[in-house]
């Protein structure tokens, strides 16, 4: 498994392009630099080997592109999300898309996982797990076997976290997440936004960790 990541541009989030058995997308980015992406991807893997592409939450800035890449996989690949990100996925709604003048694609969730299902992302098993609190859909993905976490917007590098006053958010199950994913044992750290960490991720998880508990003093 290699994890490729096409930094996000403008409002975009990373876009996460994972080699090996079950080459992976996750995350689009808001669809408004398709050109772009779809290039960078070539560069990467033949977009038909795609076999399915995963949306860590349901805001614009992680979905809105996802209509553009399921049609690069010549429509193969099988959409992935959370079943509480489902919803908004499936019925296209977003003013933070209308903000940008952009159009929230409507696009049916494949599989709708929930917390504990497990998906093989290139060659390696992936734990869900839900992370409610910068949106209700939230979720990260986790491989025991590389210690990987693939974070979305739950947390990021250097100890910063998703915001929680956006509509959905609560500041009090942040918390919460970020207090379970810190138990974990962590090497790698793929966000959603901003740079990755590869080789000592835990150190990033205990920053986080610190500044979410700062919060409540």
């Not at 980015?29 to 080997?49: A, F």
């Not at 209509?67 to 499936?90: P, Q, V």
């Not at 409610?132 to 979305?152: A, F, N, V």
């Amino acid at each position: 498994m290699h994890v490729n990541c096409i930094y996000g541009h403008n409002f975009d989030s990373n876009i996460y392009v994972i080699t090996g058995e079950k080459p992976t997308i996750i995350d689009c980015g808001t669809g408004l630099n398709n050109e772009m992406v779809v290039r960078e991807i070539k560069k990467l893997v033949d977009p038909v080997s795609i076999k399915q592409i995963v949306i860590t939450h349901e805001h614009f800035d992680h979905c809105g592109g996802v209509r553009k890449l399921f049609e690069i996989t010549e429509n193969n690949a099988g959409i992935i999300a959370h079943k509480e990100a489902s919803y908004k996925i499936e019925r296209g709604k977003s003013d933070f898309a209308k903000m940008l003048g952009g159009v929230m694609p409507k696009i049916p969730v494949d599989v709708k996982v929930n917390d504990g299902d497990v998906i093989v992302v290139g060659d390696e098993k992936f734990e869900v797990l839900h992370t409610p609190g910068h949106t209700p859909g939230s979720m990260c993905l986790y491989s025991k076997e590389s210690k990987t976490l693939i974070s979305g917007d739950t947390v990021f590098s250097d100890g910063w976290f998703g915001r929680y006053d956006f509509p959905g958010g609560d500041k009090h199950l942040l918390k919460q997440s970020i207090e379970r994913l810190a138990k974990l044992d962590v090497i790698n750290l793929y966000p959603g936004h901003e740079s990755i960490v590869e080789g000592d991720g835990k150190k990033h998880m205990i920053m986080v960790l610190k500044n979410i508990s700062g919060e409540f003093l």
